[in-house]
């Protein structure tokens, strides 16, 4: 078959070309030669071995070819990517969970999208950058909307860790409230989150601004302020702890415990949330009026700020020592026992009066010069702090007017401390929301009216411990601004 080939070849070259005779079956017999030789096949295998590698080389570059490194170019698009409003959700009736939701947050209603990588996430180091940049610049979001914000009214602190599903809860009911636009709502992360980071600046009912802790336990895992493998287990006794030279074991806590950074991280972040608010934005450096205090499994009745605004302006006839002002309660609402024009006025007491507290530059000033008593007490709950803080350092301690019917409620099942059975955010949330509207011919009261309180303020109970470690004080101490004379 090869020598019929280089037959035809000799013969047809040979035509092409004026070649006859002789010269054309020298023609066919040096192609019957190359194309019999076996080197020539072997180079050939070769030659197409090489350029199969190169193809598959030349893709591979291809796709290598995106950059992932988290540059400033890729933190400004995540960080002021426009969105639309959380509102879009809710009026287009839109699923409530992430699990249950096939469409984006914030993007209203159901529709067919292009299915889209996840978002990246920043490396240690990039986010400890976004970090200080933030916290440096503290921008205020949409005051193109509603003017400067040294013009508001009220300034609510959210405190936000990685529960979104929560946080959309809670800022759905701040857009169904009346004066939002007359806010400013300042969200404090201790937890960098794109997907979080998105939805708060897709926020567009009111001013925003975010807040991070700079010592958060994501950007130290492994040393202090985080977890650091040389530190103590929680359990081990201090005599063994003393043998294994672990780095704290001279600092358990008075039941004999070391620290769990994941707990000490909330006290921390309160405390310093609280002093970079009133002393360490310089835009508000001249806001004296109430601050609101919430976290992020919070949800807030509708005439919350309605509330808010009515007992700040008629403070002095109500009570005008109260340094409190506390909107939330952990009571059940009910319509047959609920007095939504009340309010009672008692000394403030942790656990019941944690919820939707408010307190002015006056307050703060007297707490802030009490912060070696809260830095150094030991317990890692920053309310029984504040207590031992009120009781023990304060004089008068810190007393509350207290609203009868909750504007503030907790929908956090799925808390730090919860055990037992499955919990959804939704299921509080809906309570929450049947029970208000059950309420809601109530809600808005022209007047309140204040009603004796017989009830006794409990005695301090015992510190709950987890606060022994002297790097904690410290760490604590140093979050304290120091004020200029």
């Known amino acids: 078959l090869t020598f019929r080939r280089c037959y035809s070849v000799g013969n047809i070259v040979g035509t092409w070309f004026g ?18 030789s ?18 598959l080389v030349l893709k591979l570059k291809r796709g290598r070819g995106f950059n992932f490194e988290y540059s400033t170019t890729a933190n400004a698009d995540i960080l002021f990517r426009p969105s639309l409003p959380p509102s879009a959700l809710s009026k287009a009736g839109g699923f409530t969970t992430e699990q249950e939701s096939p469409v984006p947050p914030g993007s209203g209603g159901i529709e067919f999208v292009e299915a889209r990588e996840p978002p990246l996430s920043p490396n240690v180091d990039e986010i400890r950058r976004i970090i200080r940049d933030n916290n440096v610049h503290a921008d205020v979001l949409n005051e193109n909307l509603f003017g400067p914000v040294e013009n508001v009214s009220f300034v609510i602190v959210v405190q936000v860790h990685r529960r979104l599903n929560y946080l959309r809860k809670l800022v759905e009911s701040f857009e169904a409230a009346p004066f939002i636009n007359r806010a400013l709502v300042i969200f404090s992360h201790d937890y960098y989150d794109v997907e979080m980071n998105e939805f708060v600046r897709s926020i567009r009912f ?16 492994y040393k202090f302020p985080g977890q650091d493998p040389l530190d103590c287990a929680r359990d081990i006794d201090k005599a063994q702890a003393q043998k294994e030279k672990c780095l704290n074991w001279d600092s358990p806590d008075r039941y004999g415990h070391y620290r769990e950074a994941s707990l000490t991280q909330i006290k921390h972040h309160w405390w310093w949330k609280i002093n970079y608010v009133f002393d360490g934005i310089p835009r508000l450096k001249n806001y004296s009026d109430w601050v609101l205090l919430l976290e992020e499994d919070h949800y807030v009745s509708p005439d919350f700020l309605y509330t808010f605004d009515y007992i700040v302006r008629n403070r002095d006839n ?12 952990y009571n059940q609402l009910n319509r047959r026992n609920t007095q939504p024009n009340a309010l009672s006025v008692m000394l403030w007491f942790s656990s019941h009066h944690n919820m939707g507290m408010a307190i002015n530059r006056s307050t703060w000033n007297a707490i802030r010069s ?24 304060m004089n008068p301690p810190l007393s509350t007017i207290v609203v009868s019917t909750p504007r503030v409620f907790h929908i956090g099942d799925c808390g730090i401390h919860h055990k037992g059975q499955l919990c959804t955010v939704d299921s509080s949330a809906n309570t929450v929301v049947t029970r208000l509207k059950d309420l809601k011919p109530q809600l808005f009261p022209q007047n309140f009216f204040l009603k004796l309180s017989n009830r006794r303020s409990p005695k301090l109970p015992a510190e709950y411990g ?16 120091v004020q200029n004379v």
């Open 19 to 36: 070649v006859a005779g002789d010269d054309g079956i020298l023609l066919s017999e040096a192609c019957f030669r190359m194309l019999s």
């Open 38 to 55: 076996r080197l020539l096949i072997k180079l050939l295998k070769l030659t197409f071995t090489f350029f199969v590698l190169l193809v």
């Open 206 to 221: 009111c001013r925003v601004m975010q807040i991070f802790y700079p010592d958060n336990v994501q950007i130290s895992p």
């Open 318 to 329: 109500l009570c005008k020592h109260c340094q409190v002002i506390t909107l939330g309660s």
């Open 370 to 393: 009490c912060g070696s008593n809260f830095c150094k007490y030991d317990d890692y709950n920053w309310d029984w702090s504040l207590l031992h803080v009120s009781r023990q350092c």
């Open 466 to 481: 987890g606060w022994g470690d002297k790097r904690d004080h410290q760490l604590c101490m140093k979050n304290i601004i």
